[in-house]
């Protein structure tokens, strides 16, 4: 009875270890998987950011380009006239 006591202690420590090591495993995937998906989300809220820091700068940019060229135009008017001789209309 001792030896097979001592077979059947075995091979139930044996199935404990494994079944530990297989939960542990499965805890450490899981821990991995959420760093990982934390990890994702943080550098996709920064990409947002950016996205919209770059999205106001364009619309900046364009904002002044169009009043920049509004008053080249005018200017170009105004020389317009200024070379026919004719006066321009009141504004």
Same mark, same amino acid.
């Given at each position: ?18 079944? @530990? ?6 805890? @450490? ?11 994702i ?17 364009i619309?900046?940019l ?30």
């Amino acid at each position: 009875m001792d030896i097979i006591g001592g077979l059947l202690m075995g091979i139930v420590t044996g199935y404990l270890v494994v079944v @530990l090591l297989i939960a542990g495993g499965n805890a @450490l995937m899981d821990w991995y998987k959420r760093r990982t998906q934390r990890r994702i989300a943080r550098i996709e809220a920064e990409l947002d950011r950016t996205s919209e820091e770059l999205r106001t700068t364009i619309l900046s940019l364009a904002q002044h380009l169009s009043a920049d060229a509004h008053e080249a135009r005018k200017a170009l008017i105004r020389e317009s006239f200024l070379a026919s001789g004719k006066v321009p209309p009141p504004s």
